[in-house]
């Protein structure tokens, strides 16, 4: 690596209090995979990611599988993607095991670099009501 090229790291969440900080966050939905997302407000910090795979989606050794195929997307494809003084969780859907890795590190990135849209001035409630 020479001294141009930037290296470009992503911190873990390790606490239970951090995962559920990032919940207030924006969700952004995808086909394998939930990914929650907050601003800390500290640009100067570098982003952390957390991953989560609950026990309704196999037993130990398919909740691992699904974690290490995660987190090997986000090494390869998506962490120079994800911004900084950002808290990221990717919470595990099933198809994670059945996905081949190129396709879950493309909707990974693609998740990761999705901006928030702007959401509607109002009320919150319903139009036709």
Same mark, same amino acid.
């Given at each position: ?18 995962? @559920?900080?990032?919940? +207030? ?8 995979? &939930?990914?929650?997302? &907050?601003?800390?407000? +500290?640009?100067?910090? !570098? ?12 037993? /130990? ?10 987190? +090997?997307?986000?090494? @390869? =494809?998506?962490?120079? /993607?994800? !911004?900084?003084? =950002? ?9 994670? @095991?059945?996905?081949?890795? !190129?396709?879950?590190? /493309? ?23």
């Amino acid at each position: 690596m020479t001294i141009s090229e930037k290296k470009h790291t992503v911190g873990r969440l390790k606490s239970r209090p951090q995962f @559920l900080a990032v919940r +207030e966050g924006e969700k952004r939905r995808g086909g394998f995979f &939930l990914l929650e997302v &907050l601003d800390r407000k +500290e640009p100067d910090s !570098q982003a952390r990611v957390g991953f989560t795979v609950t026990k309704k989606h196999g037993n /130990a050794v398919e909740r691992n599988r699904m974690r290490r195929r995660l987190k +090997e997307a986000v090494r @390869l =494809h998506a962490g120079f /993607a994800m !911004q900084p003084g =950002h808290d990221y969780v990717v919470v595990a859907r099933r198809d994670v @095991l059945d996905a081949s890795f !190129q396709e879950l590190a /493309a909707e990974l990135k693609s998740r990761v670099e999705t901006r928030p849209k702007h959401r509607r001035s109002g009320d919150g409630r319903p139009r036709n009501v």
